[in-house]
Protein backbone atom coordinates (compact mmCIF):
# COMPACT_ATOMS: atom_id res chain seq x y z
CA UNK A 1 0.00 0.00 0.00
CA UNK A 2 1.09 3.62 -0.79
CA UNK A 3 -0.34 6.60 1.02
CA UNK A 4 -0.73 10.28 -0.43
CA UNK A 5 -0.80 13.41 1.96
CA UNK A 6 -1.00 16.38 0.53
CA UNK A 7 -0.54 19.53 2.64
CA UNK A 8 0.35 23.71 2.01
CA UNK A 9 -3.01 24.74 0.72
CA UNK A 10 -4.57 27.76 1.79
CA UNK A 11 -6.05 31.38 0.95
CA UNK A 12 -3.42 33.70 -0.62
CA UNK A 13 -3.95 36.50 -2.52
CA UNK A 14 -3.74 37.19 -6.45
CA UNK A 15 -0.25 37.32 -7.55
CA UNK A 16 0.87 35.46 -4.41
CA UNK A 17 2.43 31.94 -4.08
CA UNK A 18 2.06 28.46 -2.19
CA UNK A 19 4.42 25.70 -1.91
CA UNK A 20 2.29 21.96 -1.99
CA UNK A 21 3.48 19.04 -0.50
CA UNK A 22 2.92 15.50 -0.63
CA UNK A 23 4.26 13.18 1.54
CA UNK A 24 4.29 9.73 0.67
CA UNK A 25 5.12 6.34 3.01
CA UNK A 26 4.50 2.83 2.45
CA UNK A 27 7.08 1.91 -0.25
CA UNK A 28 10.29 3.24 -2.73
CA UNK A 29 8.92 5.62 -5.26
CA UNK A 30 12.48 5.37 -7.30
CA UNK A 31 9.88 4.01 -10.34
CA UNK A 32 7.71 6.57 -10.28
CA UNK A 33 6.30 9.35 -11.72
CA UNK A 34 4.47 11.62 -9.41
CA UNK A 35 1.32 14.52 -10.51
CA UNK A 36 -0.21 17.10 -9.57
CA UNK A 37 -4.12 17.33 -10.09
CA UNK A 38 -6.80 20.04 -9.29
CA UNK A 39 -10.25 20.17 -9.34
CA UNK A 40 -12.72 23.12 -9.14
CA UNK A 41 -15.96 22.89 -8.55
CA UNK A 42 -18.02 21.39 -11.17
CA UNK A 43 -15.38 20.86 -13.39
CA UNK A 44 -13.38 17.52 -13.57
CA UNK A 45 -10.02 16.81 -12.29
CA UNK A 46 -7.29 18.33 -14.59
CA UNK A 47 -3.67 17.39 -15.14
CA UNK A 48 -1.38 20.25 -13.89
CA UNK A 49 2.18 18.78 -13.52
CA UNK A 50 4.27 15.86 -13.48
CA UNK A 51 7.62 14.88 -12.58
CA UNK A 52 9.85 11.82 -13.21
CA UNK A 53 10.65 10.97 -9.15
CA UNK A 54 14.25 9.59 -9.61
CA UNK A 55 14.94 11.46 -13.40
CA UNK A 56 13.70 14.78 -12.83
CA UNK A 57 11.99 15.35 -15.88
CA UNK A 58 8.92 17.57 -15.91
CA UNK A 59 6.10 18.55 -17.60
CA UNK A 60 3.14 20.87 -17.09
CA UNK A 61 0.08 22.17 -18.56
CA UNK A 62 -0.23 25.13 -20.71
CA UNK A 63 -2.11 27.25 -17.89
CA UNK A 64 1.14 26.87 -15.35
CA UNK A 65 3.97 26.19 -17.26
CA UNK A 66 5.90 29.96 -16.51
CA UNK A 67 4.13 29.97 -12.81
CA UNK A 68 4.39 26.22 -11.50
CA UNK A 69 7.45 24.36 -10.64
CA UNK A 70 7.14 20.23 -9.43
CA UNK A 71 10.40 19.10 -7.45
CA UNK A 72 10.73 15.83 -5.59
CA UNK A 73 12.96 15.10 -2.29
CA UNK A 74 13.93 11.54 -2.85
CA UNK A 75 15.39 11.36 0.69
CA UNK A 76 12.33 12.87 1.90
CA UNK A 77 10.02 10.76 -0.35
CA UNK A 78 8.12 14.04 -0.74
CA UNK A 79 7.45 15.85 -3.65
CA UNK A 80 6.31 19.51 -4.03
CA UNK A 81 4.63 22.06 -6.30
CA UNK A 82 5.74 26.02 -6.30
CA UNK A 83 3.06 27.84 -7.36
CA UNK A 84 3.68 31.72 -8.33
CA UNK A 85 1.62 34.35 -9.40
CA UNK A 86 -1.64 32.67 -8.56
CA UNK A 87 -4.85 34.21 -9.94
CA UNK A 88 -8.47 32.83 -9.15
CA UNK A 89 -8.58 30.66 -12.49
CA UNK A 90 -6.34 28.49 -9.77
CA UNK A 91 -8.44 27.68 -7.27
CA UNK A 92 -9.19 24.42 -6.86
CA UNK A 93 -8.54 21.34 -4.72
CA UNK A 94 -4.98 19.87 -5.35
CA UNK A 95 -4.04 16.51 -5.56
CA UNK A 96 -1.24 14.68 -5.56
CA UNK A 97 -0.81 10.86 -7.42
CA UNK A 98 1.82 8.74 -8.51
CA UNK A 99 2.19 5.71 -11.01
CA UNK A 100 3.95 3.83 -12.95
CA UNK A 101 2.97 5.26 -16.36
CA UNK A 102 4.67 8.19 -18.14
CA UNK A 103 0.79 10.13 -18.34
CA UNK A 104 -1.24 13.10 -17.56
CA UNK A 105 -4.14 10.76 -17.42
CA UNK A 106 -5.89 10.89 -14.16
CA UNK A 107 -7.27 7.38 -14.40
CA UNK A 108 -3.98 6.18 -15.23
CA UNK A 109 -2.46 7.13 -11.80
CA UNK A 110 -2.35 4.58 -9.17
CA UNK A 111 -2.62 6.44 -5.82
CA UNK A 112 -3.80 9.60 -4.74
CA UNK A 113 -4.35 11.89 -1.38
CA UNK A 114 -7.14 13.79 -0.52
CA UNK A 115 -6.23 16.65 -1.64
CA UNK A 116 -5.85 20.11 -0.27
CA UNK A 117 -7.43 23.25 -0.96
CA UNK A 118 -6.02 26.52 -2.24
CA UNK A 119 -7.91 29.55 -2.70
CA UNK A 120 -6.86 32.65 -4.84
CA UNK A 121 -8.41 35.56 -3.87
CA UNK A 122 -8.72 38.83 -6.44
Known amino acids: QVQLVESGGGLVQAGGSLRLSCAAS????????MGWFRQAPGKEREFVAR????????YYTASVKSRFTISSDIAKNTEYLQMNSLNPEDTALYYC???????????????WGQGTQVTVSS
Open 97 to 111: AATYRLTTTPDLYNY
Open 51 to 58: ISWAGGST
Open 26 to 33: GRTFSNYY
